[in-house]
């Protein structure tokens, strides 16, 4: 596959429901997969495909073919935390821009 390509499907798996979310609540360290299902509905999908593309490990968890433990902690890897980082500044560079066309006040 193409530089083009890979980059292409990577956005394209950022920009699902629920991603943001995920790769979130990993920021500060590990998460449960139970805290990860209650912060995203289809948090197996989206961490079989998060950890298909590197973003996230997840020591314990194998192929993640099952359902994981509820207590299953999964991490970021390095790749996944430079990510999260950058969608984090850029959601905070753009809610005062998406505020302003909504006419909603800005909360921090």
Do not use: C
């Not at 499907?9 to 979130?24: D, F, R, W």
Request: aromatic content about 4%; charged content about 20%.
């Amino acid at each position: 596959m193409s530089d083009h390509g890979r980059i292409e499907q990577t956005l394209t798996l950022l920009a699902k429901p629920g991603v943001y979310e995920v790769l979130h609540a990993m920021r500060g360290g590990p998460a449960t997969f139970a805290r990860l299902h209650a912060e995203a509905r289809k948090a197996l999908p989206l961490l079989r495909a998060l950890s298909a593309a590197g973003f996230v490990i997840s020591p314990h968890s194998g192929s993640l073919d099952l359902e994981p433990h509820g207590q299953t902690a999964f991490y970021l890897t390095a790749k996944g935390e430079a990510v999260t980082g950058r969608i984090i500044r850029l959601r905070q560079s753009l809610a005062p821009h998406a505020a302003r066309r909504s006419g909603r006040p800005r909360t921090p």
